[in-house]
């Protein structure tokens, strides 16, 4: 089994920033694909962003040079730094893993911008 264990939300006032970090455990095999998606109330859930074992990496349009993701191979962990925050950006950040043809799920970390 694989599972994924988020930390680093908050209350934060816009303009601010935040890490989030999620670290895996279990079966991880090192070919992979971790990312961060997101869902505010009474929307869908929603690409943020993602990063291949080989490092490239990828952005939704409403982040791009906002929000950095890397990754740290041998502890298996993922991050997302988000700086410049706006209050649209508030939501619950889920990581993701992609292995093997599957995909996992973290529960979750909520992140609240407002003043």
């Known amino acids: 089994q694989v599972q994924l264990v988020e930390s680093g939300g908050g209350l934060v006032q816009p303009g601010g920033s935040l890490r989030l970090s999620c670290v895996g455990s279990?079966?991880?095999?090192?070919?992979?694909?971790m990312g961060w998606y997101r869902q505010a109330p009474g929307k869908e859930r929603e690409f943020v962003a993602s990063i291949p074992s080989g490092g490239v990496t990828y952005y939704a349009d409403s982040v791009k040079g906002r929000f950095t993701i890397s990754r740290d191979n041998a502890q298996n962990t993922v991050y997302l730094q988000m700086n410049s925050l706006k209050p649209e950006d508030t939501a619950v950040y889920y990581c993701?893993?992609?292995?093997?043809?599957?995909?996992?799920w973290g529960q979750g970390t909520q992140v609240t911008v407002s003043s």
């Open positions: 993701t893993l992609a292995v093997g043809g599957r995909n996992y």
């Open positions: 279990g079966r991880i095999f090192s070919i992979n694909t």
